[in-house]
């Protein structure tokens, strides 16, 4: 059994969190473990140590729980105090390859940020986390990963009674946006200094020496973020709580809350049950983006110029840069989803006309079969804007277009009607539909039915909850 921890967080940046324990698991039984993740890290253990070691049941050698303090702006309102009140930061492994990563567990009970909440996760909400992470993988989208799920042996309380469990998550590292919130709302410079050399040595050690370090680390923020995004609009992936306190300053996808693939294109999809006004729709993801930062960039301006007006200026120039670097990244997305070989000016007004044409009809099949018309067209009610839309995209995506996009485009996503019938069986004890639907999704481009096709027409509209 090796699992080494080390504990750079807490070394480095004492006052940005508290020691605090798990809970222990009356009766912790293996629902899930990633025997490929944990290769990947170095770890070796058999199920018996990861059902006791990552249900809190009993604390690996070397581990040093923290809960972790942040704040974040929460639909748009500042929450000064938030903290991991249900998570505990076991340490940090070095995988062989030199990367390290935060081994977090997550549904293990209540610490000193846990406000009302019972610091607790029930089974359906952490498997979800697994399906939808193990999918950004496959799809080489920078995303946190599930190592394990156990099933505490405790029941929850939520609309009803569930069966609690508690999720393994491994991240590059669970510094957020409203990490740097946190002190920065306090007037505690030195600790957002400090937070910042953290992540520069963690996140972009490129970054150690450069003249203006703060600013190039805002900046490679920008980068990595704009480019997340990016991904996830290829992808119809909706976050759903794209909170400044979700948004890891790795650039990995973090906290998959009440988050859903869009099935039928409608930019203005929303899935969440709480996200009343659609702030986090589909379409609004981007501009999120931007907000998101320029509340990263608010922590940093002390550091970026000892003249503040000269700062904000600073930071603004930076900012301004977002929108562009987004519609650059976009472009790419699609230039690679539309099959196009090489670079053309009209590319991202071929792939705007595309999602112009082709309202309602299947995000992800329309990418998958826009070279096999026999099959494409059974996606639409309405097929005379693709009529129109087709013969400029084939003269542009030339030879070996259909190779390109099988490449690119997944043949299965997380279908919501899936997920909910795995989840909904995993809560009743069955977990066959569980593991047949992650095999699916963990070979995204290989058609397998039924996991291929879009919900049936009885499933109606999609409401996700955030399973707090
Ligand atoms: P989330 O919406 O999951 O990103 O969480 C927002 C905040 O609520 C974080 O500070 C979480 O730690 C906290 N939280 C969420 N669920 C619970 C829970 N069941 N018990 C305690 N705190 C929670
Ligand atoms: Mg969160």
Redesign the pocket.
């Known amino acids: 059994m090796t699992l080494a921890f080390d504990h750079s967080y807490a070394r480095d940046l004492p006052g940005t969190y508290l020691r605090v324990a798990p809970d222990v698991a009356p009766a912790p039984r293996l629902l899930f473990l990633n025997r490929p993740l944990a290769a990947d890290l170095g770890v070796t253990l058999d199920d018996d140590h990861a059902r006791d070691w990552f249900s809190g049941a009993a604390l690996p050698p070397g581990a040093d729980p923290i809960a972790q303090a942040?704040a974040?702006h929460?639909f748009g309102g500042f929450s000064p105090q938030?903290?991991?009140?249900?998570?505990h930061l076991l340490g940090e492994v070095v995988a062989p390859d030199g990367r390290r990563f935060d081994i977090q567990l997550k549904g293990s009970g209540?610490t000193p940020?846990?406000?009302g909440?019972?610091?607790?996760?029930a089974v359906g909400p952490m498997l979800r986390e697994v399906v939808i992470s193990e999918f950004m993988a496959a799809m080489g989208v920078p995303t946190t990963r599930a190592l394990a799920v156990v099933a505490t042996g405790e029941e929850v309380w939520r609309e009803t009674k569930l069966p609690g469990a508690v999720l393994a998550r491994v991240a590059a590292s669970h510094l957020r946006v409203g990490t740097f919130q946190f002190f920065a709302a306090r007037g505690d410079q030195a600790r957002v200094k400090a937070l910042a050399d953290h992540a520069i040595a963690r996140h972009y050690p490129d970054l150690a020496g450069h003249d203006a370090p703060y600013l190039a680390f805002l900046d490679a923020a920008i980068e990595r973020q704009t480019a997340l995004i990016a991904d996830w609009m290829g992808l119809g992936f909706i976050h759903g709580?794209m909170?400044t306190?979700?948004m890891a300053i790795s650039g990995e996808t973090i906290?998959y809350?009440p988050c859903a693939f869009m099935e039928g294109y409608a930019p203005d999809t929303v899935f969440s049950s709480i996200d009343r006004q659609g702030r986090y729709a589909y379409q609004n993801q981007p501009l999120i983006l931007g907000w998101n930062l320029a509340r990263l960039a608010e922590t940093l301006i002390p550091l970026l110029d000892p003249d503040p007006d000269r700062a904000v200026e600073i930071a603004n120039d930076r900012l301004a840069t977002t929108a562009a670097r987004y519609r650059a990244d976009w472009t790419r997305v699609m230039r690679r989803k539309l099959g196009l070989p090489g670079e053309d000016p009209g590319d991202d007004r071929l792939a705007e006309d595309l999602l112009t044409a082709m309202q309602g009809a299947d995000w992800t099949l329309t990418f998958r079969r826009l070279a096999d018309a026999g099959r494409l067209r059974p996606l639409f009610t309405d097929f005379t804007a693709m009529e129109a839309w087709l013969p400029r995209w084939r003269a542009r995506a030339g030879d070996g277009a259909a190779r390109r996009l099988a490449a690119a485009n997944p043949a299965v996503i997380p279908r919501n009607h899936q997920v909910e019938a795995a989840l909904t069986a995993a809560t009743e004890g069955d977990m066959a539909p569980f593991h047949a639907l992650l095999a699916a999704i963990q070979a995204p481009f290989t058609e397998a039915e039924p996991y291929m096709l879009p919900a049936p027409s009885g499933f109606g509209r999609y409401v996700t909850f955030?399973g707090?």
């Open positions: 942040y974040g929460q938030l903290g991991d009140g249900r998570a209540k940020f846990s406000r909440g019972d610091g607790k996760a709580v909170n306190d979700n906290d809350g955030c707090t």
